[in-house]
């Protein structure tokens, strides 16, 4: 039984060749790295002749002390601006040869293009750019939309859409957020939250599943059923005794010895919070179950081919109904991070969107456990970078900065990334 699923499941993810048995050619990332590559010469061109950039690689306080480096900007900006144009040139030999370039590519040409950036939009500011908490600021806005696309990814491999992210996390936020007020206890916050979550979640696939309502329907009514609803609570019970439902609490950072000690990557990763290591084991865990379980096998054949696994025996709907509730108490974790995650109290829509931003990582990481990860650190890293530089003073409004994460969601939803597949049976009801 298990060998038909396990066939079932693989072949419906491999990619479908062409009608040739060729690949196609597709200039859509080459065209991306040459017009950013011309961007990074137009910094190169616009650095001020012996101007400076100082980066900052570690905090006041970090074990060891790193100097602060300077950079001359025009010089740093011409050798970056060469190595993108050299990394584009690869791209379009690559496409030209029908040849992968692998996951390095987007990431060095990525890392190098913030640096050449980083180099002009610092050159002679009179500041100093913090990198590490620059980083630091791009994880922790980062944790939501982690959970938030484990929540999409978890209920979409088994074929529910969820468009309730965004209610999930504002119900685990508030949730959190009265549950450590009256237990006067972050860590009873973060208990309580996924509650919160897996309650949502249960109403979206009893509406779904049990009575086949379209998904997407029900997923933008419990976003507006949660907002409303946590909105009066908050006009109400928790304005009018904010000291007993709605104070302030927060999770302790608790630095990992030696590790939190690394240069630079050791203040980012490991002096964190209890929720942002839960993060870690949750994307570790879910990555090996999806693919190298008898639980991650049968989600993702009933996500793709239901028929096919009802037919050896495995229950769909039962599987779904779990899965997707499952889903819903990660969401419910990760909007725990709003208020006890930040030390702040409970407030209107505090989520902001982040629900569509995690989807969007969803997509944009393809179904993956690990591409929907550096898709939100993506989302996260634009904001943080926006904060840091509208603090030190660029000539880039920090509107616009702030407005990047909502500009890759679109082209990322719209289909900018490539052609993606979603599992096959996502937002099909099951019925036997």
């Not at 690869?90 to 293009?113: E, N, S």
């Not at 088994?158 to 309730?164: D, L, T």
Request: some cysteine.
């Amino acid at each position: 039984m298990s060998q038909t699923v396990e066939t079932t499941a693989v072949a419906a993810e491999s990619p479908k060749n062409s009608p040739t048995g060729v690949r196609p050619i597709s200039w859509k990332y080459p065209i991306t790295y040459a017009i950013l590559a011309v961007l990074g010469l137009i910094f190169a061109l616009t650095n001020p002749a012996g101007g400076r950039t100082h980066f900052r690689m570690a905090s006041a306080g970090d074990f060891f002390e790193i100097p602060i480096i300077e950079l001359p900007s025009r010089p740093a900006g011409w050798v970056l601006a060469a190595v993108l144009l050299a990394l584009a040139a690869f791209a379009f030999r690559q496409a030209a040869r029908r040849a992968r370039t692998g996951l390095w590519l987007p990431l060095l040409f990525g890392v190098l293009f913030v640096l050449a950036f980083l180099v002009w939009a610092g050159a002679d500011r009179g500041a100093v750019i913090p990198l590490v908490t620059m980083l630091t600021g791009a994880l922790a806005l980062s944790v939501p939309l982690i959970f938030g696309a484990m929540c999409g990814l978890v209920g979409e491999r088994s074929g529910v859409i969820n468009i309730a992210i965004e209610a999930q996390l504002l119900a685990g936020a508030f949730l959190a957020a009265v549950a450590a007020s009256v237990f006067t206890n972050a860590y009873m916050g973060l208990l309580f939250s996924p509650l919160a979550g897996a309650m949502v979640g249960a109403v979206l696939v009893f509406f779904s599943v049990r009575y086949q309502v379209n998904q997407i329907i029900v997923g933008v009514v419990l976003n507006v059923l949660i907002i409303g609803l946590t909105g009066f609570l908050f006009s109400t019970a928790l304005s009018d005794n904010p000291g007993l439902w709605n104070t302030r609490q927060q999770l302790p950072e608790l630095p990992i010895p030696l590790l939190s000690q690394i240069p630079v990557l050791g203040p980012v990763l490991f002096d964190q919070t209890i929720l942002v290591y839960l993060m870690y084991v949750l994307v570790a865990v879910l990555n090996v179950f999806l693919f190298r379980s008898r639980w991650g096998l049968r989600t993702r054949a009933v996500g793709e081919h239901p028929k096919a696994a009802d037919t050896v025996g495995i229950k769909v709907n039962r599987m779904r109904v779990y899965n997707v509730i499952l889903a819903g108490g990660i969401a419910g974790l990760g909007g725990s991070f709003f208020t006890i995650g930040q030390g702040l109290a409970f407030g209107k829509e505090m989520s902001a969107g982040a629900g569509f931003i995690a989807l969007a990582a969803m997509i944009l990481g393809r179904w993956n456990p690990i591409g929907a990860v550096l898709a939100a650190l993506l989302f996260g890293f634009s904001t943080s970078l926006g904060n840091v530089l509208a603090a030190i003073g660029t000539p880039v409004p920090s509107e616009a900065l702030l407005m990047l994460p909502y500009v890759i969601t679109i082209f990322a939803v719209a289909g900018f990334v490539g052609r993606i597949r979603p599992p096959a049976a996502n937002g099909t009801p099951y019925v036997k």
